[in-house]
């Protein structure tokens, strides 16, 4: 009998033993093909010495320094070198240990430029349903998925959500025109109903990741987002976590559309799962604004030596080894494969995605889109038939409605190999066919 609280006890989970390139093996010799990267983590692949020996490196020199107390070269370094990378003006870096730390500090810091600018009115937060922005209590009500929220619903109800961009499932009756200005329109009405003088901020996944199953907005979406932020004093918080380093196909999502945030957060692939490290940016305006009065905020292990060398050494294979663009063109493909593989299987309703972040959506009903009931876990079959046949699979279910919705993601590290990619193909295609098809004519 097993001391540890897993994260799954109504399945035994198989131990894994190693891991190398876009593969893992478990104590018994079976080989997974890793096509979540974990959960969508695994940017510069598995096994990688290089890193494992920055690690040791930096452990070796100087393991822990509290960051009240110093800075270290790695960390001025890697800030540095990431700096120029950041869809921001003069970027300052406040590296945590997770996506859901750097979410609770982004908030946190848009709360403290209101105050050091004299705007002390301003502390609601405004965030969309179909997102997820960490488990933490803060991240968590922020983050609008309803059934991790249930549990926990009598600690949460201080943010307010708006919809997400779903071009699947656009609500608009004049869709596909204008569908991202309207989206902007319906925040803007959120902020005037709440009262712009006390909106802090906005926070939200350029694209969405496990709660829709990698989904991007229309193109007219951010620009028009940004400029209602701007107009109305609200900080911009892109929650990069699962998009930024190279998953999407650009060093970070907002890439894509110019968009350029006035905090971002990352995490997963800053450190493609060697380090539990997070990171929060601002631009140089909101550092300086908030610098004078200080931040009230931190946790111990913030501003990790370890945990800087790391994700130096991960910048660095991202960039040395061209691997961003390894993800937009081996996303190109697996998104294209994919789509003819699956183009007459009657229960694929969406493949889409960015880059190496790739969604399917299961539908009921092709036509009418209708989902599948929750309580037929048809998203869970797909990823336990191929987990059998040795693929990993990401789930991200509850999308069509909050609740009911199968999908799953695909998000392999960068470094998969054209053999793999078309493996990752055949074997979702089969364990779709397995689990969706057979009961439902
Ligand atoms: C967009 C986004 N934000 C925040 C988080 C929370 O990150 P963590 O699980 O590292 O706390 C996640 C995790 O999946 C995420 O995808």
Redesign the pocket.
Known sequence: MSSVFHRVENRPLPVAVRAEGSCVWDAEGKRYLDAAGG?IVVGIGHGDRDVAASMEEQASAVAFAHGTQFTTPALEAYAAELAPLLPMEAPRVYPVS???EA?ETALKLARTYHLARGDSGRHKVIARWGS????TLG?LDASGRPPLRAPYGPWLGRVVHVPAANEYRCPFDTHPQGCGERHAELLERAILEEGPDSVACFIA?PVV??TLGAVAPPDGYWPAVREVCSRHGVLLVA?E??TGFGRTGAWFGSDHWGLRPDILTA??GASSGYWPL?LTVCSGEIFEAVVAGGFVHGFTNSHSAVGAAVGRAVLAKLRDGGLVEASRIKGERLLKELSEALADEPHVGDVRGLGLMIGIELVADRQTKAPFARAEHVTEGVLAAARESGLLLYPSPGGADGTNGDAFMLGPPFVITDEELTEAVEKTHAAIVAAASPARP
């Open positions: 959960a997770g996506g859901s979410v997820y922005h960490g488990n991240a996944e990741g496990a929650d976590v699962m995490g997963k997070g």
